[in-house]
């Protein structure tokens, strides 16, 4: 059964750092493609950042460019989400999610972890 | 900037047919936009329904289907019940490695 569990989430000030991780178990980790997708409170999913099963691979969408970076780590079966300069309107729930493949997103889904950007 | 359209809200009866569709606010969607489906209820992760236009994912109904519709993608629940009311988001993969959510559809049974 694939297994996604997010953590890292909490509370921090705008123009701050935090970093998310997802451990992932069920199923071969580094043969799939990863997403991070986010979802503002009472607002619709927005696609954040997506890598390839090698982790050489990375895209993100442009309102995080430049800010957030995301990893693995496939010896640890981990997704991390580097995120920097954060804004208020990065405050959202972050699920992790594998994907089928780059152009495929979200087969399966954590339950995601809360961020708050707030002073 | 690519935006993908969905209707906000839609309403079926118990055990009626319901059509949801995904556009593009320029263009049109085909295949090679690889849409995919999920349903999602307040406060739970969304869970895959549909992916590459009409595939199903496992464990999901035959009553949920997949397809293009003229210009869109089509997302249609036959036979609704009162356990579909739920929010249905598309994504289209618009290429270079980029997804684009849709704004979600508020299905409500009644």
């Known amino acids: 059964e694939v297994q996604l569990l997010e953590s890292g989430g909490g509370l921090v000030q705008p123009g701050g750092s935090l970093r998310l991780s997802c451990a992932a178990s069920g199923f071969t980790f580094s043969t799939y493609a990863m997403s991070w997708v986010r979802q503002a409170p009472g607002k619709g999913l927005e696609w954040v950042s997506g890598?390839?099963?090698?982790?050489?691979?990375?895209y993100y969408a442009d309102s995080v460019k430049g800010r957030f970076t995301i990893s693995r780590d496939n010896s640890k079966n981990t997704l991390d989400l580097q995120m920097n300069s954060l804004r208020a309107d990065d405050t959202a729930v972050y699920y992790c999610?594998?994907?089928?493949?780059?152009?495929?997103?979200?087969?399966?889904w954590g339950q995601g972890t809360l961020v708050t950007v707030s002073s | 900037q690519t935006v993908v359209t969905q209707e906000p809200s839609f309403s079926v009866s118990p055990g009626g047919t319901v059509t949801l569709t995904c556009g593009l606010s320029?263009?049109?969607?085909?295949?090679?936009?690889?849409p995919s489906w999920y349903q999602q209820t307040p406060g739970q992760a969304p869970r895959a329904l549909i992916y590459s236009t009409n595939t199903r994912s496992s464990g999901v109904p035959d009553r949920f289907s997949g397809s293009i519709l003229g210009n869109k993608a089509a997302l249609t629940i036959t036979g609704a019940q009162a356990d579909d009311e739920s929010d249905y988001y598309c994504v289209l993969y618009i290429g270079g490695g980029i997804s684009v959510f849709g704004g979600g559809t508020k299905l409500t049974v009644l």
């Open positions: 999610a594998k994907d089928r493949g780059t152009m495929i997103r979200g087969a399966n």
């Open positions: 890598i390839n099963g090698g982790g050489d691979i990375t």
């Open positions: 320029s263009g049109s969607v085909s295949t090679s936009y690889y």
